[in-house]
């Protein structure tokens, strides 16, 4: 017999849940896969246009698999975290090198393909398959903190156990998609991060942070984000209509994306700093014709802030590129794929 809490849930996504977005409903598990990776770290506004582009170009695993890598960087440029990207590409061919394109259809096999974790699992198995597994992602914690009034802090791994546990036990086991469905909606709708609609929630009868007045108290987290702080000075390096640019190749941010002529320093320079690090990069002063700086830029990433300018450098003659870098059509740009930091300068130079 399904808990009070689960019954109400799932009154309300027969009654009154209409969120509507392309995959709702959908059986297949490539499209259940695609959606969830794009959606992760993603808002759904966002994620919508992408996914549909995604399915008409790859309308199934077979044409994502065969498809090359800097293509589907492209599609994907914009969208950050580009683990997902790497991680979702080499999942495709997995499941077509090993699995003769078919889908795997078990919770296990599905979580042992790469880039796909626990919530990402329950979500194709019970989406797809209607296999009992309960989500769990942000939505799911902190309309379940809230509402049982837990304040086990959730990225502990006792507390992750007890989450796991408590919603595990909270799935209909007859209708898990229904029921995963309906708790995500209802934590992306209504029992909002900043705004909680408590006055119309389902739950509000039973819910404990309701009643103590407090949802905002939940979820419980026990440490805080630590970020560092980068400086990318950014050299546009260019002579008639030809730019310096590489591919990032390390492992670091931004991996199989293109950028132009990096240094990293400690701040950001001023003039006379400028010019010594621009020599310093293997451009001698006496090439440069002209130099442009741009305001600064920032962007932050989970783990990171990378803040810094961009300096456009125009030679008085063609020169070999530096150690690592090409030449590129400065026309070209448009084909290749470039992290959003870089994305944003060249889209307010437009
Ligand atoms: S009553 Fe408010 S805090 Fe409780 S589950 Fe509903 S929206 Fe969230």
Redo the contacts with the bound molecule.
């Keep these: 017999m399904n808990s009070w809490f689960t019954r109400r849930l799932l009154k309300w996504n027969s009654d009154e849940n209409h969120r509507q977005m392309p995959w709702k409903g959908e059986k297949d598990p490539y499209k259940i896969w695609l959606s969830e990776i794009i959606l992760q770290q993603t808002r759904v506004e966002q994620g919508t246009a992408y996914y549909n582009r995604f399915i008409e170009r790859y309308p199934s695993i077979r044409f994502l698999a065969a498809a090359p890598d800097q293509e589907v960087f492209k599609l994907w440029e914009g969208l950050g975290y580009y683990s997902r990207c790497r991680n979702m590409i080499a999942a495709a061919r997995s499941v077509m090198q090993e699995r003769e394109g078919i889908f795997p259809d078990h919770y296990d096999d599905i979580l042992s393909l790469p880039g796909i974790g626990p919530y990402t699992a329950a979500a194709i198995s019970s989406f797809a398959f209607n296999l009992p597994n309960a989500v769990l992602d942000g939505n799911v914690f902190r ?1 379940l903190s ?2 049982f009034g837990i304040d086990m802090p959730i990225d502990t791994d006792a507390g992750k156990k007890h989450f796991n546990e408590l919603a595990s036990e909270q799935l209909d086991r007859k209708y898990p998609a229904a029921y995963n469905q309906a708790i995500m909606d ?1 934590g992306a709708t ?2 909002k991060p900043k705004n ?3 006055e119309h ?1 389902p ?2 009868d039973k ?1 404990v ?2 009643i103590q007045g407090n ?1 905002f108290d939940y979820p419980v987290k026990s440490k805080k984000i630590k970020r560092r702080t980068r400086f990318f000075i950014y050299l546009l390096v260019e002579i008639d209509q030809m730019i310096m640019i590489r591919e990032r190749t390390s492992k670091d941010i931004w991996k199989h994306l293109f950028e132009f002529v990096l240094i990293e320093t400690d701040s950001i320079p001023d003039e006379p700093d400028l010019m010594s690090l621009i020599e310093k990069s293997g451009i001698n002063r006496n090439e440069i014709l002209e130099i442009s700086t741009s305001a600064r830029f920032r962007q932050q990433l989970t783990h990171q802030e990378i803040t810094g300018n961009f300096n456009r450098i125009t030679l008085r003659k063609k020169r070999k590129p530096l150690p690592g870098y090409q030449w590129e059509k400065i026309n070209e740009l448009k084909k290749l794929p470039f992290p959003r930091y870089i994305l944003s300068y060249m889209e307010e130079k437009k």
Excluded: D, E, S
């Design positions: 309309v809230r509402f209802l209504v029992c909680p609609l408590c929630c739950l509000a819910c942070a309701f949802p």
